[in-house]
């Protein structure tokens, strides 16, 4: 099956600098990769996707990236704020018929600095 | 809409008592799915059904079980509970499959 691994576990940033977590995935049949933001106590939320014909998706201060030939794809958060501070999970995906399976990475903490 | 709910928000257990997680959705979505975490694992795919009457296993099934008669619920039963499903569990759901999945509020649960 698919096997996604995430990095850094843990991401310290002064407010308003950058932030990057990277993923890398095991099979070059996932098509779709999902980026998910879940505050302490809180659901997993949606906050952006990228499908494989595409090398490059934004929105506002959130991008996310992805090389198919390398097999990873990163999240960048520019521009930094406290209500940044969560953990961000990646996730990949093949979907094909009967195989509909996200498979989740290990999760990033990310804790803006004042 | 109330979007994707589960009850309970908090279950603790003995070793061997049986249960049933619910979840439910009111968005008629097809794709359900439900997740445990587990500290510095992220989240894995125990069950998931792409439609009433239709489901699959995912990474980490065994132990538990599912079905789907309705499109709006997808329950997850634990046979026997053991220590080792103390857990957050989450259910979620989407419209169609790869697509954005809306997540319920989670149930923690202790298996002593």
């Known amino acids: 099956g698919e096997n996604v691994e995430q990095h850094p576990s843990t991401l310290s940033v002064q407010e308003g600098d950058s932030a990057v977590i990277k993923c890398t995935y095991s099979d070059s049949a996932s098509n779709y990769f999902p980026w998910y933001k879940q505050e302490l106590g809180k659901r997993p939320q949606l906050i952006i996707d990228?499908?494989?014909?595409?090398g490059e998706k934004k929105d506002q201060r959130i991008a996310v990236t992805l090389n198919k030939t390398a097999k990873h794809f990163s999240l960048h958060i520019t521009e930094t704020q406290p209500e940044d501070s969560a953990v961000y999970f990646c996730?990949?995906?093949?979907?094909?018929?009967?195989?509909?399976?996200?498979?989740f990475g290990t999760g990033t903490r990310l804790t803006i600095i004042p | 809409n109330a979007g994707v709910t589960q009850t309970p928000k908090f279950q603790v257990l003995k070793t061997g008592q049986s249960m049933t997680l619910q979840c439910a959705q009111d968005?008629?979505?097809?794709?359900m799915s439900w997740y445990r975490q587990d500290p510095g694992m992220g989240l894995r795919l125990i069950h998931y059904s792409v439609g009433a009457g239709i489901t699959d296993q995912g990474e980490v099934p065994n132990g538990y079980n599912v079905s789907r008669s309705t499109t709006e619920d997808f329950p997850l039963r634990l046979l026997s509970a053991a220590p080792s499903q103390t857990s957050v569990y989450f259910c979620?759901?989407?419209?169609?499959?790869?697509?954005?999945?809306?997540f319920g509020p989670g149930t923690r649960l202790t298996v002593l």
């Open positions: 990228i499908r494989s014909n595409v």
């Open positions: 996730a990949a995906s093949i979907s094909n018929f009967g195989n509909e399976k996200l498979t």
């Open positions: 968005m008629n979505h097809e794709y």
């Open positions: 979620a759901s989407s419209s169609e499959y790869p697509d954005t999945q809306y």
